[in-house]
């Protein structure tokens, strides 16, 4: 009997400029450009994060989510 397929994930890069880590998010590449971060792929479309960036866009975006969340 053949073994079950399984789907092989492809283990991303991180799409920050000069950075080579494996991403662990995908957020819209326009939110990242918005934070000033540089992207090495297009940015209208998602972009791959690895933790430490992901970090950085989360602390970059703090102030401007919480009035989002506040509807302001």
Do not use: F, W
Not at 21 to 34: F, P, T
């Amino acid at each position: 009997m053949p073994e079950p397929r399984h789907a092989v994930e492809k283990v991303q890069k991180c799409d920050i400029v000069d950075c080579k880590n494996d991403a662990e998010r995908s957020i819209s590449g326009k939110k990242i450009e918005k934070a000033g971060m540089k992207l090495s792929s297009d940015p209208s479309k998602h972009a791959h994060l690895c933790h430490e960036h992901y970090k950085e866009l989360k602390k970059k975006t703090k102030t401007d989510r919480t009035l989002e969340r506040l509807g302001r």
